[in-house]
T-cell receptor, first 111, second 115 residues
């Protein structure tokens, strides 16, 4: 079963604009991670935010976590065409042995 | 250093045939994961190996699916009597120790098409 659900499913923006993607999850978490996938193949880890953190930055990425609402957001500032990809949030299963992914947000950045 | 590698990158097979997919994790990583991703979907967990511990097979969808790992190195995922519903990208990942805060490093995946 899927733990995280991303919103929106698809997002189209112009270069230079900001892109915001949201993720909701169902159970308590130790941490939440965001991944990026290009062309439906390998995933690249972007950022991990722990359950006791509320906000984290990495370059043009800003992630927030609201454990009371069981939600997280990923903000990409000053987007570039190269940011075009699918973005997934993921949390660990109860056993801590695997990540559970949502269906992802497909971001398209046009120049 | 080298990342996670998978082979083949693409595999087309006929319904009913067996297939073997291979994963080479990052050297020194004790944890290895297999996931499946159907078109337009997120990743589904299949199986997890951690060192010499018994694998977590809870994600395997049927007894046609099995996986092995030799020590802390190569893993093979075998699908017997393939069905069209098995068509997907199969992704392998490894992490240094399998801790909850570990980053998982993914390979490029094997795209399996069952005709």
């Amino acid at each position: 079963s899927q733990q995280g659900e991303e919103d929106p499913q698809a997002l189209s923006i112009q270069e230079g604009e900001n892109a915001t993607m949201n993720c909701s999850y169902k159970t308590s978490i130790n941490n939440l991670q965001w991944y990026r996938q290009n062309s439906g193949r390998g995933l690249v880890h972007l950022i991990l935010i722990r359950s006791n953190e509320r906000e984290k930055h990495s370059g043009r990425l800003r992630v927030t976590l609201d454990t009371s609402k069981k939600s997280s957001s990923l903000l990409i500032t000053a987007s570039r065409a190269a940011d075009t990809a699918s973005y997934f949030c993921a949390t660990l299963n109860q056993a801590g042995t695997a990540l559970i992914f949502g269906k992802g947000t497909t971001l398209s950045v046009s120049s | 250093g080298a990342g996670v590698s998978q082979s083949p990158s693409n595999k087309v097979t006929e319904k009913g045939k067996d297939v073997e997919l291979r994963c080479d994790p990052i050297s020194g990583h004790t944890a290895l994961y297999w996931y499946r991703q159907r078109l337009g979907q997120g990743l589904e967990f299949l199986i997890y190996f951690q060192g010499n511990s018994a694998p977590d097979k809870s994600g395997l969808p049927s007894d046609r699916f099995s996986a092995e790992r030799t020590g802390e190195s190569v893993s093979t995922l075998t699908i017997q009597r393939t069905q069209q519903e098995d068509s997907a990208v199969y992704l392998c990942a490894s992490s240094p120790s399998g801790r909850r805060t570990d980053t998982q490093y993914f390979g490029p995946g094997t795209r399996l098409t069952v005709l």
